[in-house]
């Protein structure tokens, strides 16, 4: 099985148990914010719908046995507004794909980003606004400093 | 000439209904300033600190932690979801949980894996509904607001011609909502919801059946930003009342999408985590 857990995101990860403001579908009681895991797979389903979107990724593990792994995203209404289209993934598409795993270890994940297969990098909307909050906080404090 | 009499007499009707529909206008609508119109797509408004934090509801106190946090150059290395988290347990435990009463205070917050919508699929109440992101579609016409939110596909009417809620209105889980005109504000009166689950999480808890909110509307930002703030009553859930407030962004180039594909968790544990 292609699962490498990445240590250094987990490690950033453990200090954010969750996106407090994206927390409003449950997350908690299935998935493990404080931990990482990333899966390289070939994708086999894509439902962009509400209330979230899911993906089937068919991983082979180190035995070579093929594992269907479910991908949890956010929904059509957020998606939409962050540049995914029923077009943006295919079947058959070879994807990365980095999220938190369930408490149990089960072969399912929320998803936080992903890899095309064009090397183009898709970042789970929550994170796409942490970053930019994220910019505006270190300028503001930037031009406190300045004062 | 029998005709010319006819041609009259129907002009006579024909004056006579039209001023009758000038003095059935309402009295208040006569004359007065042009309502304001809230009517079009509204949804989640550009990335920025306070309306991240308040992107599902927010307090003006936990408004102001929140900016004194961001303001202390202690924190100046703090990254802002630590500093977010900061101010959402401040709100918690320091402004909503003093006005609760002692039952729900112990049961506050919720344990999300409680929460009706993720275990059954169960849509939101209106004491959660007023609270969702995403889009919300304002329709209005003179005698009503109709109000579609993208999340659990929700929807309200909120009437506009005075009327008053039946004493038999049965509880509801959107309740019964009566709106009037404030200058440029929109203020709704809502009463008769169905007992559920007020505010979303991590700062939530169970109301109940008495539960009355005031919400007011207004359109600031040159008219490209919703506000709403609303107070809430309820004699079981709560000691004081409890004020929230939240924004939307104009958004015309989107769009609600179908809300039809929930599916109830097979796998979940008690105790996750809090901020």
Known sequence: MKLTH?????LLLSA???RVTTAHHAFSPVYDGSKTVTIVGTLTDFRLVNPHAMMTVDVVDKAGKHVAWTVEMPGLLS??????????VTVGDRLTISGNPTHTGSARVAFKRIVLPNGKEMLDPGEDTDNAIEQQRRERARQRQQK | MPYVKQQIFIAAIGILMIGCGQTSEPAARAGSAPRPDFSGMWSDPPAAAVDDFCFMTCTDEGVSKLEALLDDPANDNRPYQELSREAVRYQRDEVIRPRLNPETSKAFPIDPADDPGFLRCEPWGFARQIFAPHQLDVRQS?????????????????YLDDRRAPGSQPATPMGFSVGRFEGDALVVETSAVTANLLGIFPAWFKHGDQLRAVERYTRTAGGNRLEMTVTIEDPVSLRQPLRFRKAWAWAPGEQIFPYTSCEPPTEFKKGGSRP
């Open chain 1, 6 to 10: 990445s240590l250094g995101l987990s």
């Open chain 1, 16 to 18: 954010l148990p969750y």
């Open chain 1, 79 to 88: 998606l939409t507004r962050h540049g995914w289209t029923p077009r943006t």
């Open chain 2, 142 to 158: 003179d005698d009503r607001i109709a109000m579609r939110y993208a999340e659990w596909d929700g929807r309200r009417t909120i």
